[in-house]
């Protein structure tokens, strides 16, 4: 294991290993020296299955979910003409999707969580249609801040199913905390 690893303040820590299918594994966590105190676990399967539009898992408004690129065996290729070059190229880098339905009030879909790595620099852009994905209408790379994450807004249709692409820039993978939201 390490520790402090993967936060600002570098109190938490990251172990990866390759695992084996049907294979029980056990974790023994335990504080610095001898200190004690209350802790967040996640344990991320390193090999999304949600690489393609048609396999993107579903998150509803309120949600968060941790996810990753890691692992991820192609980035898409689609058409992105409309989502702006400036905001991250989309091919670039290994990429997931995920699925919404609109609400008929502005959503807003973000990386700017805990859990998402200080040096992951992530990527968003959203989709309209359905899975031959019609229409890209936004996307962010670095909100306006140091902070690398990514944020957008937009006006959603209530019923519409949109489409939400999570990758890196240039070529960068790494592990998000990716949030949908009704502001």
Same mark, same amino acid.
């Given at each position: ?10 109190q ?10 049907g ?34 898992y ?8 941790v996810?990753?690129?890691? %692992?991820?065996?192609? $980035?898409?290729?689609?058409?992105? /003409?409309?989502?702006?070059?400036? =905001? @991250?190229?989309? &091919? ?26 200080d ?31 990514? %944020?957008?807004?937009? $006006?959603?249709?209530?019923?519409? /199913?949109?489409?939400?692409?999570? =990758? @890196?820039?240039? &070529? ?7 949030s949908?939201?009704?502001?």
């Open positions: 294991g390490n520790f402090g690893a993967c936060t600002v303040n570098r938490a820590s990251r172990v990866q290993w390759p695992s084996n299918d294979t029980m594994y056990y974790l023994l966590i335990h504080g610095f020296g001898a200190r004690e105190g209350d802790f967040q676990l996640n344990v991320i399967n390193y090999n999304p299955i949600n690489q393609d539009p048609e396999k993107a579903d998150i509803s408004p309120g949600d968060m979910v996810g990753t690129t890691f %692992q991820a065996i192609h $980035p898409w290729d689609g058409d992105s /003409t409309n989502c702006g070059g400036r =905001h @991250g190229l989309i &091919g670039e880098s290994p990429s997931v999707w995920y699925r919404v339905q609109g609400t008929g009030g502005t959503l807003r879909a973000s990386t700017c969580n805990p859990q998402t790595e040096d992951f620099n992530s990527v968003l852009h959203i989709f309209e249609g359905s899975t031959d994905i019609n229409r890209c209408f936004a996307g962010n790379d670095d909100l306006a801040s140091p902070d690398r994450c990514a %944020q957008i807004d937009w $006006p959603s249709s209530a019923g519409q /199913t949109y489409y939400i692409l999570v =990758h @890196g820039r240039l &070529g960068d993978q790494g592990l998000f905390e990716l949908v939201d009704s502001v």
